[in-house]
């Protein structure tokens, strides 16, 4: 009886003994997952504002093609996450069409849109914003800036890509009708880009993927990608982006991002 006392009493410790290791694991997981979060942010930092003209190329399931010509202007806000424009000049069916994002940290980003069909700005509101954006693979939440606490994180270890050293980090988003439960990146050890995004849906399967290229250094600093494509797993359908020119030396003011002067954004 004693024999079978000590038996039950050891298992019971190791059953302890595993269970608090696997908690330790987790808990080591989550800060070397945050820590490199924290160092891609952190790498991403001072470049104060920027424009760049894209060419966004929408493919369909069966694999015809719509091309858009539009402008991106962004605004760095120390310690509240930064602002950007979108401003559409062709085809003509979107041309004058505005979006105002205000990323923040620890609240949920406020977003606007100018439709010059009705000459007017409507507010996308924050149940709306895991929708698709102008009918491209990319959602309203994914043109918001990456800021750190919005997620918890979890570092899956380190894996390769194109010859390339990565850390494969797991993001869950902390902000309210995100529609993703979870997204993995692939961060290149050298430089902390994200070469790799995968964004799983509300049901936790996997929706699309995000793949950067042509990575160029900027300020002898800042690195931006060319391209970046958006892949639907699920439509069939994919969002190409490409970055033809970036312009780090713009001066842009906090009141050039407004709601109330995107039907006067030219």
Known sequence: MKRIARIV??????????TLGSA????????????IAQERKARDTGWDATEAAVEMTLYSR???ETVRQLRIRSLEVPDSGSKSLIIFDLPSDVRGTVVLTHSHIERPDDQWIFLPSIRRVKRVSSSNQ???????????????????EKYDYEYLGEDELDGMAMYKVASTPLYSHSGYTRLITWIDQEHYRPWKTEFYDRRGELLKTLTASGFSLYED????????????????RSTKLEFKEYDFNVSYREADFRHNVLNRVN
């Open 221 to 236: 600093r800042f690195w931006r990608a060319s391209v970046s494509y958006m892949e639907n797993h699920q439509t069939g």
């Open 24 to 35: 330790v694991a987790e808990e080591d997981a989550a800060a070397r997952g945050l820590e």
């Open 9 to 18: 009493l050891s298992g019971a410790f190791f059953l302890a003994g595993l």
């Open 130 to 148: 895991s929708g698709a954006f102008m009918g491209s693979e990319f959602a309203f939440e994914d043109l918001s800036s990456f800021e750190v």
């Open 62 to 64: 069966g694999g015809s």
